[in-house]
């Protein structure tokens, strides 16, 4: 008896999930049953980014609250163990640009050295979001600039209370105070 699996699994680090990430999710389910939206972390790392982990993962699920085929999780370790465990033989992968191809493709042979059975899928996201990336988001908002357009609502108001109006004014003095 062969099943065929249709279990999708989208890593990252969605520091934070932004509509560029959304669409890749929402694309991915025209042809997957289930997205696991999964977001990597290591306990050594030094640096832990603007957002919690937890934050990130319920930030996800407060997004797709509505779409019962997504899924949020964490987790730890290498990429095709995690897939492995879930039985989900499909990792999706988003390409911006030219510039993503190098990384993503050495990333997408490795994991098929590592375990055979996965294959990476690439898609590429609607032209308005092919510059759009977490850390760009990140920086303008705490520029106090506006991300409404490129995150959802629930992940604004969580940007909104990393940077609060006074912080964010401190940063403008400091750019200002420095050019
Ligand atoms: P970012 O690069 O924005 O920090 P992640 O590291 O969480 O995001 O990326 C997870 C995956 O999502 C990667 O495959 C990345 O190429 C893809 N991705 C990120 N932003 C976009 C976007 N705007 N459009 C398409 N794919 C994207």
Redesign the pocket.
């Known amino acids: 008896m062969s099943k065929i699996n249709h279990l999708a699994i989208?890593?990252?680090?969605?520091?934070p999930l932004?509509r560029?990430?959304e669409?890749?999710v929402r694309r991915s389910l025209s042809f997957a049953d289930k997205v696991i939206v999964a977001v990597a972390h290591r306990r050594t790392q030094q640096k832990s980014g603007l957002f919690e982990i937890n934050e990130r993962v319920e930030m996800i699920r407060s997004v797709f609250a509505n779409e019962p085929r997504v899924e949020a999780a964490e987790f730890e370790g290498l990429l095709v163990n995690f897939a492995r465990s879930k039985n989900a033989r499909v990792i999706i992968?988003?390409?911006?640009a030219v510039s993503?191809f190098e990384y993503?493709m050495q990333m997408a042979l490795m994991n098929r050295q590592l375990w055979s059975e996965v294959e990476t899928v690439f898609l590429a996201?609607d032209t308005q979001?092919?510059f759009?990336?977490?850390?760009l988001v990140r920086e303008i908002a705490s520029l106090d600039g506006d991300v409404s357009e490129f995150v959802s609502p629930i992940v604004l108001q969580q940007l909104k209370k990393k940077f609060p109006p006074e912080t964010r004014t401190q940063s403008l003095h400091g750019k200002d105070a420095d050019g």
């Open positions: 989208y890593p990252g680090s969605f520091d932004t560029g990430h669409d890749m992968r988003g390409l911006r993503d993503e996201p979001y092919s759009l990336s977490a850390s």
